[in-house]
C-alpha cells in the first residue's frame, strides 16, 4: 500500500502542474482564459464536494469524523499561534499578522492534489474531510484581523493618536469578517455540493458521474497546468525574497504537518485521514485569506503573504509536502 | 442637437478583493452609476494575473461633476491613508448628455 512515494511525479496532474511551471520558465506564450479557470475551480470544488458528501453518506457521522474534525480546528487555531510571535521578530505587525493567517488557512487545490494521491495510491479517505477544509478557513483570519488591530492601536498610541478620534479601523468587523469568510463562492458551493452529496447518496450520484467523476482528473491536469503557469510567472516577478520567509514558507508547512500526523495517530485516525489533515495544515491559502486580508489588514503586503503560499508553499507541498507527508506516516 | 457637456471621469484600479470597500464608497455618496471591468496586471506586489479573484483588479470608471469628484476624492484620500491600495486617476471629458424631455410637440 505505502508504494514508493516518487511516483506521484508520474501523476498527470502533476506533470501538467510542472509543464505549467516550465511554460512560464521559458515566458511561453501559453495562456488559459481567466473565465476557463475560473470555472474549472468551480467545477473541482464541486466535485470534490459532492464526492465527500456521497462518501459521507455511506459511511454515515462515526466518532472518527468529530475527532478529525477537532485536529482540524485546534490546527485553524494554533498555527497563527505560534507562528505570529516567530513572524514578528523579522516583521511588522501586519505582515506577520497576514502571513499568519495564511498559513492558519488551508488551499482548496492542495487538498484536491492529495485526495488525488491517495486515491492512486488505495488508501482511503473519508469525505468529512471537505469539512475539515471549510472549518479550517476562518479561524485564522480572525486571529489575524485580532492581531492586526492590535498592532494599528499599538502604532496609533505611539504617534501620540488617540484611535477612537482617527478613522483608523479596517473596513472589516469580525461579523464582517465571517459574512466573507463563510459566503466566499468556493465555500458555499463546496459545502453546497457537499449536502447534496450527502442527500442524494450513492444512487443519486451516478446521474452526475460522467461529469464530476470521470471528467475530474483531465480537468484537474489542465487546472494545475494553469496553476504552475500562475506560479512560475509570480517566481519570475518575485524582487529577492527574505531568506526569513523563504525558509518559513518551506520549513512551516513541514513542522505542522509532522504535528498533525502525530496528533492523528494519538487519536486513532486512519493512514488517509491523517495525511489529510497533515497536508491541510501544512497548506497555505492563497485564495480566501489573501481577499479578507486585502480588505481588513490593507497594511500588509500581499508581495509577502500572497507569494509565500502561491509560488513557494503549493508548489512545494504539491511535488514534495504530499509525498513525503505520507512517507513520515511510516514513523507515527 | 444636444450639447457636449464637461463632466469629470474618474478612474480607479484596484484589487478585486476590496472592489467592494470601494462601490461601498460610491453609493454612500450616492453615485448609483458605475462601469466595472476586470484587468490584469504587474505591480509593486507582482503579478495580477486574473486567474483567481485574489489575484485580480478592477476598473471602475465612473462620471460626474467636479463637485461630487471633490467629495469622492477626499473619500479615497482617507482610504489611502489607512493603507488601501487604490488608483485614482482624474481625466477631464466631454459627454454627450440624455436629452431632455422637449416641452412642445411638432405641430
Keep these: 500500500m505505502r508504494s514508493d512515494v516518487f511516483s506521484v511525479l508520474m501523476d498527470p496532474a502533476v506533470l501538467f502542474f510542472l509543464l505549467g511551471l516550465m511554460a512560464a520558465a521559458v515566458r511561453s506564450n501559453l495562456e488559459m482564459p481567466a473565465q476557463i479557470s475560473k470555472f474549472i475551480s468551480l467545477y473541482l470544488l464541486m466535485s470534490i464536494g459532492i464526492k465527500g458528501g456521497v462518501a459521507l453518506s455511506v459511511s454515515g457521522i462515526q ?80 486571529m489575524a484581523v485580532l492581531l492586526a488591530a492590535m498592532t494599528r492601536s499599538i502604532d496609533e498610541k505611539r504617534k501620540g493618536r488617540d484611535s477612537a478620534s482617527h478613522n483608523t479601523h479596517s473596513e472589516f468587523s469580525i461579523k464582517g469578517i465571517l459574512h466573507e469568510s463563510f459566503t466566499d463562492g468556493s465555500i458555499v458551493l ?124 503549493f508548489p512545494f507541498n504539491v511535488i514534495i509536502g504530499i509525498p513525503l507527508y505520507f512517507h513520515l506516516l511510516n514513523y507515527f | 442637437m444636444r450639447s457636449l457637456e464637461p463632466k469629470k471621469l474618474l478612474t480607479l484600479i484596484t484589487a478585486h478583493a476590496i472592489k ?28 495580477q494575473s486574473g486567474a483567481l479573484d485574489s489575484d485580480s483588479n478592477v476598473l471602475i470608471y465612473v462620471i460626474l461633476s467636479e463637485a461630487r469628484l471633490n467629495v469622492l476624492l477626499a473619500d479615497f ?23 431632455k424631455p422637449s416641452v412642445t410637440s411638432a405641430g
Design chain 2, 77 to 99: 484620500d482617507e482610504l489611502m491613508n489607512r493603507s488601501y491600495r487604490v488608483k485614482v486617476i482624474v481625466t477631464d471629458v466631454m459627454i454627450l448628455p440624455r436629452k
Design chain 2, 20 to 47: 467592494g470597500i470601494v462601490i461601498e464608497k460610491l453609493k454612500s455618496r450616492q453615485v448609483g452609476g458605475y462601469t466595472m471591468v476586470d484587468a490584469t496586471g504587474v505591480g509593486a506586489f507582482g503579478v
Design chain 1, 63 to 142: 466518532p472518527e469524523i468529530l475527532t478529525g474534525l477537532g485536529i482540524a480546528l485546534l490546527m485553524a487555531f494554533l498555527v497563527p499561534a505560534y507562528t505570529y510571535p516567530l513572524l514578528r521578530l523579522r516583521t511588522d505587525g501586519y505582515n506577520a499578522a497576514a502571513v499568519a493567517a495564511t498559513y492558519g488557512s488551508v488551499s482548496a487545490v492542495t487538498f484536491i492534489a492529495v485526495g488525488q494521491f491517495l486515491d492512486n495510491q488505495g488508501v482511503a479517505h473519508g469525505g468529512h474531510m471537505a469539512v475539515a477544509l471549510v472549518i479550517m478557513e476562518v479561524p485564522a483570519v480572525i
Design chain 1, 190 to 313: 463546496l459545502m453546497g455540493s457537499l449536502f447534496i452529496g450527502f442527500l442524494v447518496g450513492v444512487d443519486g450520484y451516478q446521474t452526475i458521474k460522467p461529469f464530476t467523476g470521470d471528467l475530474f482528473k483531465g480537468l484537474l491536469g489542465f487546472f494545475l497546468l494553469e496553476m504552475g503557469m500562475m506560479v512560475g510567472r509570480r517566481f519570475r516577478e518575485m524582487q529577492v525574497i527574505d531568506p526569513f520567509f523563504l525558509g518559513f514558507a518551506f520549513v512551516i508547512p513541514v513542522v505542522n504537518a509532522c504535528f498533525t500526523l502525530a496528533l492523528s495517530h494519538w487519536a486513532g485516525l486512519s493512514d488517509g485521514d491523517a495525511v489529510m489533515l497533515a497536508t491541510l495544515a501544512a497548506s497555505a491559502s492563497y485564495i480566501v485569506v489573501p481577499a479578507v486580508v486585502r480588505a481588513a489588514i490593507p497594511e500588509a503586503n500581499p508581495g509577502i503573504y500572497f507569494t509565500m503560499a502561491l509560488a513557494l508553499t
